[in-house]
């Protein structure tokens, strides 16, 4: 299985691929988070493949399920094929109403 990150996680696996998450914003709700957005819209990101032993650090590492949900996704590789990949997502109820789009 493959996961996708766009936030702190970048840059720490060497096997990681650059990957585009079409469909969604980067945004900060005190930390970066992602948000169902137009079909123009697109996240920057890597995707590397994980263990499910790996994934439950992750979900540990992300507050999962209590912060953030885990979502399986679509993301593009640079060749421009498609792969399912979970991606972690800020929950609604845990966020404040302080919305920024991430520069």
Do not use: C
């Not at 137009?38 to 994934?55: A, H, I, P, R």
């Not at 060749?79 to 991606?87: R, Y």
């Amino acid at each position: 299985m493959k996961l996708f990150v766009y936030g702190i996680l970048v840059g720490t696996r060497e096997d990681a691929k650059y990957a585009i998450l079409p469909g969604f914003k980067k945004i900060v709700r005190g930390h970066d988070t992602i948000i169902s957005a137009s079909v123009t819209d697109y996240v920057e990101g890597e995707m590397f493949e994980v263990t499910k032993e790996q994934l439950k650090n992750y979900d540990w590492i992300e507050g999962y399920p209590d912060y953030y949900i885990r979502r399986k996704v679509k993301a593009f590789r640079t060749d421009g094929l498609e792969e399912l990949v979970w991606v972690y997502q800020q929950r609604t109820d845990a966020i404040n109403d302080k919305l920024m789009v991430a520069e």
